[in-house]
């Protein structure tokens, strides 16, 4: 089980990783990080944790900043030395609240807390994923267009990406051609092979296999060059999209 710790404290820190390891040898303890910006920057680079263990208080303001600034579905074991925060951080992600100095009794609880509610069904998830990822292996793998009074089929690795302009939806080849089609993009994400083609943003859908650069964009966000294509306006993976882009792309 991978954790983040949040916490701004240092002899905090050691002494909640050092009950982690005595409780659960299997706990391994992926982060460390002492203030809200830092937390920011740290899921722009790394994979989500099973686990984060929170501070309330940080070095740049509370914790609660995280959740309105990103997007945060992962548990969270709160710990503090108040008791004033509890509502709060029970209407995030909390699977527990503890108070400082950790107790070991109290720690070892709100593991077996979590595991009971997030990890076994995680597991689960997975497991099901799979199993309809087995189940159903019949992406579309050719599109069929009209030029003039023709019909021609592109098959997919044809394709350089998918976009929006003026309402219409359009696939532009690794040749430079671009074909109007009767899907829109949310329809497209469901009928293509995921391993092949990622949406970056509300207007463009991009395949793996014909991204030839990927460059630091303004905001923490990226730019995306085609090897052979040229889009009509540049491909610019949007900030909410970043993380999941990074995993597609490293699978």
Known sequence: MNVLVVENENPAVEGLVGLLK?????INVIGIT???ESTINWF???ADPDLIFMDIQLDDGLCFELFETMKIDIPVIFTTAYNEFMLSAFKVNSVDYLLKPIEEVSLRRAIEKFKSIHYNASINNDVIKQLLNE?????????LIKVGDRYKSIPDKEIAC?????????LRTVADKDYAIDYSLDNLQE??????????NRNSIVNINEI???????????????KSAKPIYDLIVSREK??????WIDK
């Open 34 to 36: 002492q203030s809200v």
């Open 242 to 247: 970043v993380r999941e882009f990074k995993r």
């Open 162 to 170: 998918f976009y929006i302009l003026e309402r219409a939806t359009f």
């Open 44 to 46: 722009q680079g790394h």
């Open 22 to 26: 005595s409780i659960d040898p299997d």
């Open 191 to 200: 009928i293509i092979n995921p391993d092949k083609f990622f949406r970056i």
């Open 135 to 143: 189940l159903n292996k019949g992406y579309k793998n050719r599109f």
């Open 212 to 226: 030839n650069d990927i460059l630091g964009y303004s905001s923490s966000r990226l730019k995306i060059r085609l």
